[in-house]
């Protein structure tokens, strides 16, 4: 009998911990600031629903999980502990670096809706259980690049997971644009179509709320010699809140121009 009653207890006490070690979340808030000057970032601007400005640039994603913070900045993943309210960087280009809360930026709630930033979150970890390096540290690029994570990616964009159908929509635009990894300046003139799945797909990821979905659109465009179409993309993006498809659009912009004067100098010889 008492021993029966220790394995209900041990079994109940381990289900605790795993029940709590898979609870993730985003109500994290407010902005922090780097303390010394040892790192690149200099501050992470959380807004309490899943999304973090970092360093007054750009957009990343984000969950919390235990004292463990995970952020999604593009490419690449940081990882942070989270100890007596300040973050410490412990993976690669965050490591060392502490950053604290400004004083009262988090008294502002800025949580819209904690059930749909919930879910947001709960996916998010899933990503990052089944998509992480060895290290945990780290993107499994090879497995991303070779489609191992293909599946993974489809299941979790159809769960509703903007950042799976972005990377879903890399990885079916490398499918449908012949070329485009080998030499990706000829693909203009193959006159290639809009594939009907990428537009619907781009879709889906504005409508989920991610309006970085207008600058995968954009790029694809301009990838198949439509320019004005590119363009336009872009501009809606920038007026939705994507800050890359401004950027996007500006670097192209800067790269036309500097060609113009390469050719015009040529001529001129």
Request: a positive charge.
């Amino acid at each position: 009998m008492m021993k029966k009653k220790l394995f209900l207890t041990l079994l109940s006490f381990s289900g605790y911990i795993f029940l709590s070690a898979q609870e993730a979340d985003n109500s994290l808030q407010g902005y922090y600031k780097a303390s010394n000057d040892t790192t690149l970032y200099s501050s992470f601007n959380f807004d309490g629903n899943g999304k973090v400005l970092i360093s007054d640039m750009d957009y990343g994603d984000y969950f919390t999980r235990n004292d463990s913070l995970i952020v999604y900045p593009d490419k690449s993943i940081f990882v942070f502990k989270i100890k007596k309210g300040k973050l410490t960087g412990i993976s690669n280009w965050v490591e060392k670096g502490v950053w604290v809360p400004k004083k009262d930026s988090s008294e502002i709630n800025n949580r819209r809706n904690p059930a749909d930033a919930k879910k947001k979150a709960q996916l998010l970890a899933e990503y990052y259980d089944k998509t992480k390096s060895s290290s945990g540290s780290d993107l499994d690029f090879e497995a991303l690049f070779s489609g191992k994570t293909s599946g993974v990616n489809e299941d979790l964009c159809n769960k509703g997971l903007a950042k799976a159908c972005m990377n879903l929509f890399g990885l079916k635009m490398m499918q449908y644009t012949p070329g485009l990894l080998t030499d990706p300046v000829k693909i203009p003139s193959k006159k290639i179509k809009p594939h009907p799945e990428l537009i619907a797909l781009s879709k889906k990821i504005i409508d989920l709320g991610e309006p970085e979905g207008y600058t995968v659109l954009g790029s694809y465009y301009f990838t198949l010699g439509l320019r004005e179409k590119a363009f336009k993309t872009w501009e809606e993006g920038e007026k939705n809140g994507s800050l890359k498809s401004g950027t996007t659009k500006a670097l192209i912009e800067f790269q036309e121009e500097l060609q113009k004067e390469v050719d015009q100098e040529k001529n001129t010889k």
